[in-house]
Each structure stands twice: as C-alpha cells, then as structure tokens.
C-alpha cells in the first residue's frame, strides 16, 4: 500500500484532503500524538475516541501513542484502554508498552553533548529541565530548584512528584539523559538559543525542536540526532513484523512531522500548525475537540461494529 497522490485525493474543503478509497483500507496500526490529537482541550480522551480505539484494539489493530510527554505523563492515557498499547515517550527516545511500562527500547544523549548543551543554556541565563530514564526509580525530570518556581512556566502542572532538584544540572550529564529542556513565553528567544546551540561543535550529535505546550509556554527540546516518534514507531514494527505501510498516524505538531509523512497514512489534525498542514497528505475534517481521531476512522469504514 502506497501513498495516494494528489490526483486521488478528494479535497473536501481547503482545510480537509482525504483519500479516496477504492475497498477497505489495509492497515495493522494507529499512531496517534497525545496533545492537541487524541485529547480534547480538557486533557482528556472523549468516549467516542475511547470506544472507536478500544474496538480497534480488540478487533487486532495495534495501538501507539506517539508524544513528547514523559512516559510516566502518558501511561494514564495508555491505561484507559484494554489490552497492550505501545507508548512512544519523549518524541521518540523512550518506547515501552503497557499497562505494565515493559522497557522495549530507549536511546540517550551523550554526556559530552548533554555537558555542552547544558552549561550554554545556564551561561545565556535559562534554567533546564533534564528528563532522565529513571521511571522504576520514580524520578523523570532533574531541576535546580523546584518545579512550581515560575521561572519553569507551570511545566508538569507544577506537579513535584517524579521531579528531583540537585544542585548542579551538568554535573548528571552522565544520567540517562533522554531531552534537555529549555522553556519560554516567547518563542523567539528559544529560537535565539536554538541557533546557538546548533553552533557548537557537538551538535553534530543532537536535534531540536520547538513546541508550544498547551498552558505552560513554549519549549525547546535536545534529543538525540536521528531519533523521532517515526523511528521509535520503526523499531516497533520491526519488533512485530509489520510494515511501515500499514500504519495510519495522527498529529497536529511539527514533532510528528516525520510520523505523518512516512505511515502509510498520516493525518494532520484540523486544529494542526499551518506548515504542518501544509506539507501534510491528508487533513481530519474534525478536530480534537470534534473527535477527530475517531470520526476519520468512521469515515474510512476501517472497522467492524456491532
């Protein structure tokens, strides 16, 4: 199964494309970001979502959820449904199922460039938030003063569990580092240091990428170079034997950007970022608060209901 091409696609409107489909569309797998796709500006996943996925699932159709949260965030929402779903954490340095956390697989930066990354952002007077692989111990964010301190923008609802202040952030660039974050109200600045970070000499070993978090501010994250929601979605299906082809993906973020563009079918959400959208082969006619995910899955007459 292949990507259509424009010609086929049945442009409903200037802000929906969806394909035409000639039978039942093949498919194994549904990848789906978290905020902003799969929940509704309450945070949470509607009953219609809920009940068309949860089908899904028991009809054998393999279950990803594909964010930037920390996996600790995400596995509530995992848990919701009956039955094994994978969870892609930390856009794509973390991938674990549930509902028991199984580690499946997780990538992490070097201490060389966690260091040089680290000690830059505290030189142009930023506080990070490094994110740690620790989830068995009960610790995922390392600070330097508390989480509810305003410098850090209400991050993680200003929840202090799972969080651990220490007194020197670079002194544990050696400890599972998954993403180095920097925060913002203005994402200009964060633009400034994303150049600036890019610069230096180890950046050879990392990417970035900015995003707006819903209620909090904005946020520049520094991953591992070549590591995405897409790859982790890849070791995935290597795992399990499936093929790329068969993966229908959800998003309405620039970090799902390689997810959306290399599934079979990749959905930009209605409510997405414009140059999401505009790059993107098939838009939702719903958005997240309209039941997006569910309603395009009806729409393509993919499942069996009784």
Request: hydrophobic share 35%; charged share 25%; net charge negative.
């Amino acid at each position: 199964m292949g990507k259509e091409s424009q010609a086929d696609l049945d442009i409903i409107s200037n802000s929906h494309k969806f394909p035409k489909l000639d039978g039942l569309l093949p498919f194994h797998t549904i990848a789906m970001d978290l905020d902003g796709t799969l929940l509704d500006s309450r945070a949470s996943i509607s009953s219609l979502n809920h009940y068309v996925l949860q089908s899904a699932l028991d009809q054998g159709v393999g279950l990803i959820i594909a964010t930037g949260r920390r996996f600790s965030s995400a596995l509530p929402y995992a848990r919701e449904f009956r039955g094994n779903v994978t969870v892609v954490a930390n856009n794509g340095q973390v991938l674990r199922s549930s509902p028991d956390g199984e580690r499946i697989s997780e990538t992490y930066i070097s201490e060389k460039a966690t260091f040089a990354v680290l000690s830059l952002g505290k030189k142009k007077g930023y506080s990070p938030l490094l994110h740690v692989d620790r989830f068995e111990e009960g610790i995922d964010i390392l600070i330097e003063s508390p989480i509810t301190d305003e410098k850090y923008h209400n991050y993680s609802g200003g929840d202090i569990a799972r969080t651990q202040v220490v007194s020197d952030l670079p002194e544990h660039s050696s400890d599972r580092v998954l993403v180095v974050c920097y925060l913002s109200l203005i994402k200009e600045e964060l633009i400034q240091l994303e150049k600036e970070l890019l610069s230096l000499p180890e950046s050879s070993e990392y990417r970035t990428v900015i995003t707006k978090i819903p209620g909090v501010s904005y946020c520049l994250e520094v991953l591992e170079k070549g590591v995405s929601k897409w790859t982790a979605i890849q070791s995935y299906l290597k795992i399990s034997g499936l093929d790329e082809a068969g993966v229908i993906s959800f998003g309405d973020e620039l970090n799902d950007r390689e997810m959306l563009f290399s599934s079979g079918y990749g959905f930009a959400m209605k409510n997405a970022v414009q140059s999401l959208k505009e790059g993107a082969s098939y838009i939702t006619k719903y958005s997240n608060n309209e039941d997006g995910i569910a309603m395009t899955l009806l729409e393509l007459s993919v499942l069996s209901f009784r």
